[in-house]
């Protein structure tokens, strides 16, 4: 299996940029497809962006298609979320996951494994 933590969470105004980074222990980081998802309070747990294996595919939620970019570098065992204007309903817990399979999916059933999470405050 595989560890995840994250960081780079913070209180930004709006407009701002932050980064994310998600650090990766335990198996091959190179064998899982990875996602980032978010939480905010009393809402579900929704797909934010995705990365297959080798990085040469990524898949955006509507909300962030053209603010957030996701990379990932296997030979550093990271991946990172790049928020570029930011939105007060950014706000949420970002998470980080990850995914034995080869396609990049939004979907969160299958994702097994999870990070603890790091919270990102966009104020307006």
């Known amino acids: 299996q595989v560890q995840l933590v994250e960081s780079g969470g913070g209180l930004v105004q709006a407009g701002d940029s932050l980064s994310l980074s998600c650090a990766a222990s335990?198996?091959?980081?190179?064998?899982?497809?990875m996602g980032w998802f978010r939480q905010a309070p009393g809402k579900e747990r929704e797909f934010v962006a995705g990365i297959s294996r080798s990085g040469g595919g990524t898949l955006y939620a509507d909300s962030v298609k053209g603010r957030f970019t996701i990379s990932r570098d296997n030979a550093k065992n990271t991946v990172y979320l790049q928020m570029i204007s930011l939105k007060p309903e950014d706000t949420a817990i970002y998470y980080c996951?990850?995914?034995?399979?080869?396609?990049?999916?939004?979907?969160?059933?299958?994702?097994?494994?999870w990070g603890p999470g790091t919270q990102v405050t966009v104020s307006s």
């Open positions: 335990g198996r091959t980081f190179s064998t899982y497809r």
């Open positions: 996951a990850a995914s034995e399979g080869a396609v990049v999916t939004a979907a969160v059933r299958l994702y097994a494994y």
